[in-house]
């Protein structure tokens, strides 16, 4: 039997062409004002040329979402890089917009997120590892802001920033729990100032939200003034503009926020920028970057993080809300792997046929087809080949998507790229040329007040009987509407692996509760955060983690990142 190659086995072999070939694609001209060069395969394209294109007329938004994720994998990144190449193939102007990846999951238990076997966007290493550079900006653009709070209490503190209710935490891009609660000004010069704080992920930031939400720079420095960094001693919210801390921030934001074009495997153009978490914040690549593609390509794929009750409903309710996006058709990536450990299976059992496990984990993919269809859109099912899947496996999901009248495509793009999804491009070109058939739009509207929103969201989205809370979230809901922050959208935090807070129930669970911990206001990203069940903003690192076998070999390269 021949040994299949590693994801980065594939990637180093790729014959990329010089990033200027790629941007002539899509007709970004080979000059200083369009874009700037960094390396050979990688750019950012300047403002001085997104200006230019802004009355350009808009091409098809497609959103690859996916069942509810499982440890067998999903491969929605995977499907967003072959339909891509498959659209290409086809003679179709399409560019996919992917998030960056962050180095906590590479070096934690998820591994790299470039797409896998013949499917990827390259170089590969570079876009897992530093990339250019973005999240290390947004990471000191956030930590300056917590310098300068600190700084400000130590030299007097004229705003009277009561210390005790201080919401900017620090940043980290790493997996690294030991951070989630520290002490500070212990000792030294400013000992007097001992408080306590703590560290979240980088993507978790909202300085990352904003980036990931904001328009242009002067867009990104409005929203960044505007966030809430603590309260005063009369419990009236500081923003970091009183502290004159946006003007700096942006500084060292100015560069990241220009968005990056890579290529696939197959030599089609890739924007790839920002990244926010999907269980923590809203899981979107930058609008910047999704605007850019709309302009230069006649189809963008996209993918929002997770499955489509975190990714796709905050996809639609916040990205496409506040950036004025209407998706022309949505991809639900399914696997038999994962929909067979939805049925019941153990991760040691998937080689083995169960059809009736099988059959009992499609309750999950026609759950997250129920709930597409609540936003006006007709989903197409994107089934992700693997090769232990039989064809009694695979007529199961063809027959259950026909049962549920929707389209549906076995696709094989991991082991033959773009080729391999040429059936799932034509028919995401069919939806998107059939307007009648969809009408788009949000589960809730701005004037519904926060708690409205949050029960919309677990009844029509989870499936929850109800949601529970005590009386300090209530009140801390109360106190952001009287604000005036109730017309906010709501940005759900809870695990990935369950419609309900318990990430060990499987399938589709319904009569459950949704348990809100904790309600956090984003009030530059204009969005409210609800913390629900056990959710952490600065994950740890597993017991064998990625990065035991991350290492360079004899030659230098890079082994072990998937």
């Not at 503190?157 to 002490?183: A, T």
């Not at 990205?319 to 991809?331: G, H, M, Y």
Request: with cysteine.
């Amino acid at each position: 039997m021949t040994k299949l190659k590693s994801d980065i086995e594939i990637a180093r072999k790729a014959k990329m062409k010089p990033i200027k070939k790629i941007l002539a694609k899509i007709n970004v001209p080979d000059n200083d004002t369009a874009f700037s060069p960094m390396g050979r395969h990688i750019a950012k394209i300047n403002f001085e040329f997104l200006n230019k294109i802004k009355k350009k007329k808009n091409g098809n938004l497609i959103l690859v979402t996916a069942i509810t994720p499982t440890p067998a994998g999903e491969g929605k990144t995977t499907t967003s890089v072959g339909l891509n190449d498959g659209l290409n193939l086809i003679g179709k102007k399409s560019i996919v917009c992917l998030r960056e990846p962050s180095l906590g999951p590479s070096f934690g238990m998820k591994g790299g997120a470039a797409g896998g076997g013949y499917a990827q966007v390259v170089p590969m290493e570079q876009i897992n590892l530093h990339f250019t550079g973005d999240f290390h900006a947004i990471t000191s653009a956030h930590n300056l802001l917590s310098a300068m709070i600190d700084n400000h209490i130590y030299w007097g503190n004229k705003l009277e920033i009561d210390e005790s209710k201080i919401v900017w935490k620090r940043v980290m891009d790493m997996n690294d729990r030991s951070l989630r609660f520290i002490d500070i000004n212990t000792r030294g010069v400013a000992k007097n100032f001992k408080r306590q704080d703590g560290f979240d992920i980088t993507v978790a930031s909202e300085v990352m939200a904003i980036f990931c939400l904001a328009n242009d720079l002067n867009d990104l420095e409005k929203k960044i003034g505007n966030i809430t960094i603590a309260y005063n001693k009369n419990g009236k919210p500081i923003y970091a503009k009183n502290i004159n801390a946006h003007g700096p921030m942006t500084v060292l934001l100015k560069e990241a926020i220009r968005p990056n074009v890579t290529q696939s495997l197959e030599n089609n153009p890739a924007i790839i920028h920002g990244g926010p978490f999907a269980n923590i914040a809203h899981g979107c690549n930058s609008v910047i970057a999704t605007k850019t593609a709309l302009k230069l390509s006649d189809y963008v794929v996209t993918e929002a993080g997770f499955g489509a009750d975190l990714g796709a409903e905050k996809f639609f309710n916040i990205k496409c809300r506040k950036a004025d996006l209407i998706p022309s058709c949505v991809v639900i990536v399914a696997t038999v792997r994962a929909l067979k450990m939805h049925g019941g299976v153990e991760k040691e059992n998937l080689k083995k046929e169960n059809i009736d496990a099988l059959k009992k984990g499609l309750s999950n993919l026609e759950r997250h087809i129920l709930n597409i269809k609540k936003f006006g859109l007709k989903p197409i099912i994107a089934i992700n080949h693997f090769i232990l899947d039989t064809t009694k496996e695979i007529n199961a999901v063809l027959n259950f998507c026909e049962n549920m009248k929707v389209e549906v495509s076995e696709c094989k793009h991991w082991a033959k790229g773009g080729k391999g999804a040429i059936d799932l491009a034509k028919k995401v070109v069919e939806v998107c040329k059939n307007k009648k058939e969809r009408k788009f739009k949000y589960l809730y509207e701005n004037n519904l007040g926060l708690l409205e929103k949050i029960n919309l969201i677990a009844k029509q989205i989870y499936n929850a009987d109800k949601i529970t809370l005590n009386d300090e979230v209530e009140k801390k809901i109360k106190f952001f509407e009287d604000n005036g922050y109730g017309h906010l959208p709501v940005c759900i935090a809870k695990t990935q692996y369950s419609f309900s807070t318990n990430p060990k129930l499987k399938g589709a669970p319904s009569n459950h509760e949704i348990p809100i911990r904790e309600v956090r206001l984003s009030s530059g990203a204009e969005f409210v955060v609800v913390v629900c069940g056990s959710i952490m903003t600065m994950p740890g690192l597993p017991k064998k983690p990625a990065a035991n076998s991350i290492m360079l070999n004899k030659k230098g390269e890079v082994e072990g990142l998937f």
